[in-house]
């Protein structure tokens, strides 16, 4: 095989993916793009027969130093963990981008909510995202692509009791039927969605596959990145026991905030945040029993999006936390009762933190390895308020009883580790997602991100990700 490339990608799910999506219509017509992705490729079918999502164990890949404080969810395989996540797709509220200026923690993002809004329409358009068209609480430029999901009876007396600060959570979860995929059947286990309904890379984009420049290598890990005279010059791989080398102009890591600072350590590039600043948000479950409510009347598992506790100037002292609603069948066994109950999630952001980080374990530096101290003061004052305040905040529905729980050791989320910034000194990757050195180098997902905000981060990181090829 001629190993010379214009573009090598390692990683094939969203970062991977949503790159491909917007360079290859950019693209000459010879163009020549390798994709290297470590795990093989699973249909939904296969995945339905053999009830999982992957055969490569995700704990193989890398060494959890501290599992008492975090546990990290992740896959491998194409399409990556597009195949076991919930399909969330919440927007950062303006305020998330300026943590700093505005409430005096954290850093700012060298990119604004006005700056990524256009990018947010594209990333919903292409996920064919479900919403309402008359209230959210950010601005939009345009409505969603499919209507939104049906609530339930206590989505209803939330909204009514908070019309500006609740609202349908926006997903692709698809309401109505789309080219390729059935609506969804709400019965609540999207990790392994039994119908297909939720965007995922193999259901949505595995086309980008197909287009004759794309050379798509399954099994193959990626090793090292080559670098010379501070360009990056190619990608070693593995493939079937052979190391192999690629050469390529512009090399772009989507393989997540665990392997993208490894393999940079790997390549012995240097940085003191390098690796640093791995976290994300954590969560209080709260379990309502009802008195004469019957609920789950939803038309997908996760219906609410709560901003009661989210935004204000409490930032500055403790964390904003999301409400997330559930409408996942849960029953009570009194007869005659058997609805009247209710899930939701309150979700935290946290701190980032520099006591939290990847590096390349001792005994194999094939594999990363991580460290994390657990959740922050901040967020622990949050969840300490949230004590305080959770009975007044549901006090809209009939409770007769409620179960709190918590905090959450993971979130399915890994952020961090390779921050965007515009000084160099206190970040890996500038604005447009380049490495503030290598200029041919680029970093997507969500190990960019400066910040853990309580929202899910992959729409964030889709709109980043066309963001950063425009701007190529
Ligand atoms: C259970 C679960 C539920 C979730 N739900 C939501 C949600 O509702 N909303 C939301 O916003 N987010 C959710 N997420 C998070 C979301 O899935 C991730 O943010 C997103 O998948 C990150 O995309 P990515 O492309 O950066 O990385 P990944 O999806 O992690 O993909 C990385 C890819 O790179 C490959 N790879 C890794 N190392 C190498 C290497 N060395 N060589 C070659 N290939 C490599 C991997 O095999 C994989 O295919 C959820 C996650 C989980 C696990």
Known sequence: MDNSFDVIIVGSSFSGSFFLHRYLPKADANARILVLERGTSHSHKWQIEHKRLSSTPPNSSFVNRTPEQKYWELMIGLGGASNAWWAATLRLLPNDFKMKTQYGVGVDWPVSYEDLEPYYTEA???MLVSGAHDGAPYPRSQPYPQPEHRFNEVDKLLKAAYPDLYFQQPNARARIDTKNRRHCCGIGVCGLCPTDSK?????????LYDDPRVTLLLE?????IDIEGGRATGVRYL??????????NLVVLGANTIFNPHLLLRSG???????????????????LYLDGVNNFQGSTSITG???????????????GCLVEAWNVPDLRLEKGRWQQKAYMKFIFEDLPSEENYVTINAENPRLPETVHQGTSDYAKRGIAHFRQVVSQILSPLPIERMEIKGPSHSEGHILGTTVMGNDAATSIVDKHLIHHQ??????????????????????TMTALTLWAVDHL
Request: no cysteine; net charge negative; glycine share 8%.
């Open 124 to 126: 919903e358009t292409i």
């Open 438 to 459: 290598i200029r041919n180098l680029m970093v997507l997902g969500g190990s960019v991100f400066p910040t853990y905000s309580p929202t899910n981060p992959t729409l």
């Open 239 to 248: 493939q079937q026991g052979r190391e192999q080398v690629a050469k390529a």
């Open 269 to 287: 590039v240097q940085h003191p945040l390098l690796g640093k600043r791995l976290g994300e948000q954590t969560s209080m479950s709260v379990k």
């Open 199 to 207: 965007f995922t890379i193999l259901n949505e984009m595995s086309e």
């Open 305 to 319: 999006s709560g901003y009661m506790l989210y935004d204000g100037p409490h930032r500055s002292e403790y964390s």
């Open 220 to 224: 193959a890990e990626a090793l090292h």
